[in-house]
């Protein structure tokens, strides 16, 4: 599966493929005939299609998306992390720690802030989220800094990428 920091090349995609991957988007527990349907193919050739954006590295997996309150997964928090060295060891080694808790649903390095990362966390309550940053955010080695900031509401929670950018 291709990291977001090698090199990689745009895929030509055409008509069929963009609505393909918008029709996936939307529901990738399509079978390939509905899927074939929805985008005027016969099924052979959709699934074709289909195989070739995967070995493209363009869909690189399919889930079911789960509803988080109904699963008891009502706090979401937003944690800015600040490190206190900028050295690639010390960032590895934060990285490889928060991807191993299943907690941490994102975890983007970012600029333009104090911070040096940004989390998205997903538990229970607050008592969860107290417990996870004290038993594991604030063990860190390299953690100087956290301010956290909690979700309201979600105004806007999507899953599908915009394809209109895509060359034509």
Known sequence: ??????????????????????VLQHDAGLSNQDLAEKVGLSPSPCLRRVRALEQAGIIIGRVALLDR???GLELTALIQIGMDR??????ATFEDAVSSYPEVQHCYLITG???DYLL??????MDAYQDFLLR???RLEGVSSVHTSFVLRRVIDR????LGYLPK
Do not use: G
């Not at 599966?1 to 393909?20: G, V």
């Not at 900028?86 to 960032?91: A, D, G, I, V």
């Not at 899953?159 to 915009?162: K, V």
């Open 1 to 22: 599966m291709p990291t977001e920091n090698q090199n990689t090349r745009l895929h030509p995609l055409d008509r069929t493929d963009r609505r393909i991957l918008e």
């Open 69 to 71: 309150k109904r699963l």
């Open 86 to 91: 900028h050295t690639p060891e010390r960032f």
């Open 113 to 115: 802030q104090a911070a």
């Open 120 to 125: 998205q966390v997903v538990v229970p309550d």
């Open 136 to 138: 594991r955010i604030t």
């Open 159 to 162: 899953t599908a990428l915009p």
